[in-house]
């Protein structure tokens, strides 16, 4: 499912205009990247957090120069879902092989 998807199902549902909703969705998105950006996490209850994860640094490998080069600490975003989401999940999906 893409953005534009989304815009539509939910267009759809709530009878509004599409590019209402579009700003809307798009302005959510804005707002959770600013706050990850300045540090603050996202939770959304029922849904899932938005976090910040460190990651410590290392070492890695330049495999077409054979050298070893230092991967600095850095902070990553990440999304944890929620219990319920992923219990919801895991009962109402099939496992695709």
């Given at each position: ?9 939910i267009s759809e549902k ?84």
């Amino acid at each position: 499912m893409t953005k534009a998807d989304i815009v539509a199902k939910i267009s759809e549902k709530l009878g509004l205009e599409k590019s209402d909703v579009q700003a809307t969705v798009e302005s959510f998105m804005e707002e959770v990247k600013n706050s990850l950006e300045t540090g603050d996490n996202v939770y959304l209850r029922g849904f899932g957090s938005f976090i910040i994860k460190t990651r410590a640094e290392k070492t890695g490998r330049n495999i077409s120069k054979n050298t070893t080069i230092k991967i600095p600490a850095h902070n990553i975003p990440a999304f944890k879902p929620a219990k319920v989401f992923v219990e919801g999940v895991k009962t109402k999906t099939e496992v695709t092989v």
